[in-house]
């Protein structure tokens, strides 16, 4: 399919590629709808095997974004950017101040932010050329590392789970078993300790481990096969996607599976057999969008109690995604769509697109350091 053709399917807005020959960037930058606001993603640098993997997944991150946003009530349209290279060899401060350029360019029309390979330092170049940038470090005025308010919403989905399927929020004596105690999954871990619940855990990498046996001693450890068919209340996916795929559905020994990771189910058909076994299914872009509310918080002036008090509200959020599901008889996934899509429908009737003009500019961007 030709670009246009996609980005018509898709429901897509603008796709911008850019190059630099002067530092070797190539990037494309997918605005998805800007019905809610500005165009907020992070980007991601990857060694992609082709252009065409590189425009697929910016369509499919971008698009992504949308629904996270609108779900989680903020107002921002969705959007990704995607530079082509090896995060080892090719960032440079050039790279990143020549990208952050571009952004510019695009008017407030996109916002970027961290994303798999790029890292608080690549932002502060990007911020050097451009407002149009979250997830600044704390020092210059910026939200910083995303992860304990990521953890901190996957928390609160947790307990709304966990009122569903039993009544009560309270997480004492429940038993969680976490796989991948990456950034996430170790503050995850932290605040079910400290709220009384039961760790079990898996990782492939030492330092995890090691980390979870210094902090927890009284976690446990699984073996990465086994971390599905093992019993527990709720099962945290926090490592990659396609977590709950046709190997792993059958293993499940859960009442709920609630995490951190994006895509969590392989196909959307995944989550009508979580349905059907009787497994709650909380959305993980609902409940991992704490640390996209986070970085939105940047826009007036970033402060913790704010950006926690916005987080909290997920637990209401998940709570109104499971009725909808119950009142339509769809799964969990498809509710938590509508949800979204009844949102961006219901506001496309006022305002067609953000036309990111600069009196748009919320205060709070005009930081420099
Ligand atoms: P991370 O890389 O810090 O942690 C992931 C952990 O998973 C690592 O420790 C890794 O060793 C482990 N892992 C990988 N494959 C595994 C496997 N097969 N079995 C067991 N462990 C495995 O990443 P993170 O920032 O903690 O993010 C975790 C997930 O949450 C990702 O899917 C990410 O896209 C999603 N997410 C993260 C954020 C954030 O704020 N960091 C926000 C939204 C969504």
New binding site residues.
Partial sequence: MLTLEKMYSMGHEEVVFFQDKSCGLKAIIAIHDTTLGPALGGTRMWQYASEADALEDVLRLSRGMTYKAAVSGLNLGGGKAVIIGDPKKDKSEALFRSFGRFIESLNGRYITAEDVNTSVDDIEHIFTETNYVTGVAQQYGGSGN??PY?ALGVFRGIEASVTKAFGSRSLKGRTVAI???????FELAKLLTEAGAAIKY????ER?IQMMKESFPGAKFIQ?SEIFSTDCDVYAP????ASINDDTIHQLRCKIVAG???NQLKEDRHGVILREKGIIYAPDYLI?AG?LMNVSIEFEGWADSKSRRMIDTIYDKTLAVFKIAEEENISVNRAADVMAEKRIESIKSLKHTYLGKVDHRMPGQKRRF
């Fill in positions: 995303p992860a990521t796989q991948g105690v990456g950034s996430v999954g898996t990782d492939i990498s995890g990465p926090c490592a990659l996607g951190a990771a994006n991992n640390g």
